[in-house]
């Protein structure tokens, strides 16, 4: 994945892999996807939302915030995310995805009580 003009190299998970189409395997070009330009990302990003019966505006741009935000919620680190997103400075994360209230309050309850 090139986000800047540096090219990214992401793992892949388990999950992911389930979905890899087998044509691309054979071409050992490293592209998994044979998506080259954002335009069709977002159509089929869109198809896929339609079929799934989803009214909100699906872009490639929302998918990416939802993926950062979904690994904060369920306890990636913010520098982690930070790198898997390409980011080079961490302040840029901390504006792109949101961090979920429940993550603030879980933050908050490791705080010891004082007066025990």
Known sequence: ????????????S?????????????????????????????????????????????SFHVARHTHATMMLTLGADLYTVSKLLGHKNIATTQIYAKIVDKKKEEAISLIPNLTD
């Open 14 to 58: 388990d999950e992911a892999l389930k979905w890899l189409p087998q044509q691309n395997e054979a071409k050992g070009d490293g592209l998994i996807f044979p998506l080259t330009h954002e335009g069709t990302i977002n159509k089929i990003l869109q198809k896929w939302a339609k079929d799934a019966g989803v009214i909100k505006h699906i």
């Open 1 to 12: 994945m090139q986000k800047t003009k540096e090219p990214l190299y992401l793992p892949i």
